[in-house]
């Protein structure tokens, strides 16, 4: 089958190698233009484009696509009969949706309609979901609101972070985005009610708010590892929190209630059991105690 394949992140690679190993003729990658990042600036790839180059296959970095009148021509004149969609970045014009024969599919990572969205794993951790998954969509006008092909689920356990529920989802949209191209499963529609949203998250959404509930902000610390991450003002300076568990105490919230970094909530209590210390590497609170002691009554924000 002719496709294109259109994502940037992570997430998108494995759809893209399963497409490529299974002998689907890929005429173009369409991914997120190199852009800098970090404290140096650096001009980086996105992921997708990184396995597109190894792979030898066309790509285009269109900065948009709404409105660009060359873009979507150059997309129509590939006469594919797909476009597979992953993570992509940009919302597709109704001249893109409909110039493929057999339209363009996406893999998104949830059982929609629950966490349409930007950030829909991050939101099934954090909401205390037991349940997640990949869904295959027929694209629409809309935000995730077109019909459902195909959808798998993957549980959630108490101890699932974002990275590792990442991964999970990832390789199961790449097999269920090849059942969905070989079979032409029936489109159903999306129920009109229960839909919730996942929007997208920045760096401030990962700050520990400590008058939640100790349970809430122990999903926060996995739901947003390893990006936004989560984190608390130690003095001052950030101090991240890459792992905790919820402990029977309580206290005045914000406030550490002994030596082994006990932290009261507004329900509860949390003790941080992996921290990072900005400009430091990442510790075991113990560890990390040794150097940078922080004694009961010290205020977290």
Request: charged fraction near 15%; include cysteine.
């Amino acid at each position: 089958m002719r496709l294109a394949f259109m994502g940037s992140p992570d997430f998108a690679v494995p759809a893209l190698h399963a497409l490529h190993d299974a002998g689907h003729e890929i005429a173009a990658v369409y991914c997120q233009p190199p852009r800098p990042s970090g404290r140096g600036q650096v001009v980086h790839r996105c992921a997708v484009q990184h396995a597109a180059e190894i792979l030898g296959l066309q790509i285009l970095t269109p900065a948009r696509l709404r409105g660009d009148t060359v873009a979507q021509a150059t997309f129509a004149g590939l006469a594919l009969d797909a476009a597979v969609v992953a993570a992509y970045g940009q919302i597709l014009p109704p001249e893109m949706l409909a110039a493929p024969r057999r339209g363009c599919l996406n893999i998104h990572a949830s059982l929609l309609p629950r966490w349409r969205g930007a950030a829909p794993v991050q939101a099934a951790i954090f909401a205390g979901d037991l349940v997640t998954g990949v869904t295959i969509m027929q694209m629409n006008a809309g935000l995730d609101t077109g019909p459902t092909l195909l959808r798998e689920t993957v549980p959630i356990g108490p101890a699932t972070t974002c990275g590792a529920l990442h991964d999970a989802l990832a390789s199961l949209g790449a097999r269920l985005v090849l059942r969905a191209l070989a079979e032409d499963p029936p489109k159903v529609l999306q129920p009109a009610q229960g839909a919730t949203y996942a929007p997208k998250l920045t760096r401030e959404d990962g700050r520990v708010d400590w008058t939640r509930d100790a349970l809430v902000i122990e999903r926060q610390v996995r739901a947003f590892d390893p990006w936004p991450g989560t984190y608390t003002m130690l003095g001052g300076r950030i101090l991240k929190v890459l792992s905790a568990e919820v402990v029977s105490a309580a206290g005045p919230v914000g406030i550490v209630l002994d030596d082994n970094l006990v932290v009261a909530c507004g329900v509860g209590a949390l003790r941080l059991t992996r921290v990072q210390l900005a400009g430091r590497s990442i510790m075991p609170a113990d560890v990390f105690l040794r150097g940078h002691p922080v004694p009961a009554g010290t205020a977290l924000v």
